[in-house]
């Protein structure tokens, strides 16, 4: 079996290479948790480009393409969402509404669909 995840390298101000403490992965069909500038609740988003990073939340409308000043990744809620889908659990999910918080999506791979952000609830 092949491992996918790698570490998350980005260039700083500086000009120096960070590497993130989290390990999640993007390339073009992805899962990531973000935060949208300007939505309060979770959202989940799809990778549509990996460089630059272009994610969709919704498959038209404003939220269909989103660059790097549009979202903020949570990086550990993205470990863990990704580790449920290649595990076929629901950790991430369960974790975040066991705390009464909630999430989004209007992705049609998650069930939604449209220009809509809808409430993705745990199985």
């Not at 990531?32 to 949208?36: E, G, K, P, S």
């Given at each position: 079996?092949?491992?996918?995840?790698?570490?998350?390298?980005?260039i700083n101000k500086k000009g120096g290479v960070?590497?993130?403490?989290?390990?999640?992965?993007?390339?073009?069909g992805d899962f990531?948790?973000?935060?949208?500038v300007g939505v309060i609740p979770l959202c989940i988003a799809e990778v549509v480009e990996s460089y630059p990073?272009?994610?969709k939340v919704c498959e038209i409308g404003p939220f269909a393409n989103l660059?790097?000043?549009d979202f903020i990744i949570?990086?550990?809620d993205t470990k863990l969402l990704q580790d449920d889908y290649f595990k076929g659990t629901d950790i991430f999910l369960s974790s975040?509404?066991?705390?009464?918080g909630?999430?989004?999506s209007g992705l049609r791979s998650l069930g939604a669909g449209g220009q809509k952000l809808w409430e993705i609830l745990p199985i």
């Open positions: 079996m092949v491992n996918l995840y790698f570490v998350d390298l980005y960070k590497m993130s403490e989290h390990l999640y992965t993007t390339h073009e990531l948790v973000v935060m949208l990073l272009k994610l660059t790097r000043s949570q990086p550990k975040v509404y066991g705390v009464g909630k999430v989004l």
